[in-house]
């Protein structure tokens, strides 16, 4: 089992600047995909940014050049550093674990809240 949780969510005013990190337990961090999702008022979830095993990135062209997703294997922990902040950034931000074991797996944070101010 896989516990996640979220930190870092907040309000901040457009043009500003704010770091979600997410702390997992278990020991299958290092070979996890991690990845951020958000779902905004009234829409899907959607996916932000992901980083697999082997640091590999890729991002969803809405945040590209703005967001930095980065993973401390030691630490059991995935950040997302959001830059340029835009009131459409508004959303539950939620982390992902996903694992491949005999089926895949996924695993979900509790999610936190950012909210950017026009």
């Known amino acids: 089992q896989v516990q996640l949780v979220e930190s870092g969510g907040g309000l901040v005013q457009a043009g500003g600047s704010l770091r979600l990190s997410c702390a997992a337990s278990?020991?299958?961090?290092?070979?996890?995909?991690m990845a951020w999702y958000r779902q905004g008022p009234g829409k899907q979830r959607e996916l932000v940014a992901v980083?697999?095993?082997?640091?590999?990135?890729n991002y969803a062209d809405s945040v590209k050049g703005r967001f930095t997703i980065s993973r401390d294997n030691a630490k059991n922990t995935v950040s997302l550093q959001m830059n340029s902040l835009k009131p459409e950034d508004t959303a539950v931000y939620y982390c992902?674990?996903?694992?491949?074991?005999?089926?895949?797996?996924?695993?979900w944070g509790q999610g936190t809240q950012v909210t950017v101010s026009s």
């Open positions: 992902n674990a996903g694992l491949m074991a005999g089926s895949w797996n996924n695993y």
């Open positions: 980083i697999t095993s082997s640091g590999s990135t």
């Open positions: 278990g020991s299958i961090f290092s070979r996890a995909t």
